[in-house]
């Protein structure tokens, strides 16, 4: 066996080892919301729950019911419709009939320098009372009883900013072997558990629940820093994080979820916007990205037939030690421990996503969201 190739597992399996131990101390310290008091009502400050949906007539009305039926005493839903060419409006104005706690906006047109959902945000803050801002997507389903959770998890740790890791719904097999792959990376990329870290450069945000003391938000410079951000999620929790805010994540379990796509094709066709953009849209930073998930996920498994002695021990350290570490990550998915066998097919979806993102955004010289055209040149200057 040539030792180019023994050399390659060799440093493949010394990785895994090292992420290996990395997960096993860091995941189990992320705090989980089950575990938390619900807080009384006279601990519960207002909170503002924010969110902006364009064309989400099919997902929004069961997500807003339990966005409008959560157990808290003092909170306001401002639902900002931009642009919508759906009946998005129309429901959002018949919920707002019967509840008052829900306040919909309109935007008619985008102004110059701002992405649709960013924009959208800064206009529902604007319109915000709450003391707490709570910032989600259109689409995610609340358990009753989350924000009295999450109120007394970010005042106990001292929080001024808490991310919660949502449960994903998911329905197909190209679905479950997409998403638990992407968690396992999620983890390994971001190392959520350091957010809190004031010493690590970690930081985390997602898009379906982030919650912020107002006042923290407007030191941090509010969404107006990430106009043309389209990671904004992410670089939410980064702008937390250089303002010298208390940080942290949790596990939401199965307080909070969502449906991220529906089938393997529309997560793929979903990811396109957003994919090149995590690199900042730097080709030479996605193309290394590539390289590293093939070879530490997909070559020690294409080798393991061809090779023998060492080499073949490496082979199977780099393959087991991510299928334990899959199958965690399958568990709190709530996804069958054995999709973790899958990861190697994930890796090669989680590749093709990046190098498909990069090549249509590169191609068409920007990237199409929500129904408009922004250009790659522009995009670039609003990296966060």
Not at 18 to 34: D, F, M, Q, T, Y
Not at 60 to 67: E, F, N, R, Y
Not at 284 to 299: D, G, M, P, R
Request: aromatic share 10%.
């Amino acid at each position: 066996m040539h030792p180019l190739w023994t050399g390659l597992l060799g440093l493949a399996a010394l990785l895994w080892v090292i992420e290996a131990v990395v997960l096993a101390r860091g995941v189990p310290s992320i705090p989980s919301l089950k575990d938390v008091a619900p807080a009384a009502d006279a601990d519960c400050p207002p909170i503002s729950i924010l969110f902006a949906g364009r064309d989400e007539a099919e997902k929004l009305p069961g997500a807003l019911q339990t966005m409008l039926g959560l157990d808290y005493p003092r909170y306001e839903v401002i639902a900002v419709d931009d642009r919508s060419e759906d009946a998005t409006a129309t429901i959002l104005e018949t919920a707002a009939r019967t509840d008052s706690r829900l306040r919909p906006l309109r935007v008619h047109a985008l102004p110059p320098g701002w992405l649709g959902k960013p924009h959208a945000l800064e206009q529902a803050y604007k319109e915000s009372r709450g003391e707490w801002i709570v910032f989600t997507d259109a689409d995610v389903h609340f358990a009753p009883d989350v924000l009295r959770r999450a109120i007394t998890l970010a005042r106990g740790r001292s929080w001024a900013h808490l991310t919660l890791l949502s449960g994903v719904k998911m329905f197909t097999v190209g679905e479950k072997m997409a998403m638990t792959f992407f968690g396992m990376a999620f983890m390994i990329g971001t190392r959520p558990w350091e957010a809190s870290n004031r010493r690590s450069r970690a930081y985390s945000g997602v898009g379906a629940f982030q919650m912020i003391r107002r006042s923290a938000y407007e030191t941090m410079g509010t969404h107006r820093r990430l106009a043309m951000e389209v990671v904004d999620d992410m670089k939410l929790g980064k702008l937390a994080k250089q303002a010298g805010v208390s940080s942290g994540v949790a596990r939401a379990g199965d307080s909070l979820s969502v449906h991220w796509h529906a089938g393997l094709a529309n997560t793929v066709r979903g990811t396109t916007k957003n994919f090149f953009a995590t690199t900042g849209y730097r080709p030479s930073v996605a193309a290394v990205e590539i390289i590293c998930v093939l070879w530490l996920c997909v070559f020690p498994l294409v080798a393991l037939p061809f090779v023998h002695g060492w080499a073949r021990l490496f082979a199977l350290a780099a393959l087991g030690l991510p299928v334990l570490a899959t199958a965690g990550v399958a568990l709190q998915l709530n996804a069958p421990a054995l999709y973790a066998l899958t990861f190697p097919v994930g890796a090669l979806v989680f590749a093709w996503m990046l190098a498909r993102s990069t090549i249509v955004t590169l191609w068409q010289r920007g990237i199409v969201w929500r129904g408009t055209f922004y250009p790659l040149e522009e995009l670039k200057r609003g990296v966060v």
